[in-house]
């Protein structure tokens, strides 16, 4: 497999794993109506943290430790 060829593949399957992941995180906001779930602080900082996490570990992986870099188009 050649680099163009790679890149296109990273480009298709990156897109809909990250399009995947979050439209999950919005079906996860949709816990958040109390007229349907009740939840405590404790529970909600579990769940954050728990996605912190795991997204610090697969950010690690790329290998790009961007310290202070601002966002911009």
């Known amino acids: 497999?050649?680099?163009?060829?790679?890149?296109?593949?990273f480009n298709r399957i990156a897109t809909n794993?990250?399009?995947k992941i979050?439209?999950?995180l919005r079906l996860l906001g949709n816990c958040s109506n109390t007229s349907n779930y009740?939840?405590?602080e404790e529970q909600v900082k579990k769940i954050f943290l728990a996605i912190e996490n795991e997204v610090?570990?697969?950010k690690s992986k790329f290998g790009r430790?961007?310290?202070?870099k601002?966002?911009?188009l």
């Open 1 to 9: 497999m050649d680099e163009k060829e790679k890149q296109e593949r």
């Open 17 to 19: 794993r990250t399009n």
């Open 22 to 24: 979050l439209d999950m």
């Open 38 to 40: 009740s939840y405590s």
């Open 56 to 58: 610090k570990e697969q």
């Open 65 to 68: 430790k961007e310290k202070n």
């Open 70 to 72: 601002k966002f911009s």
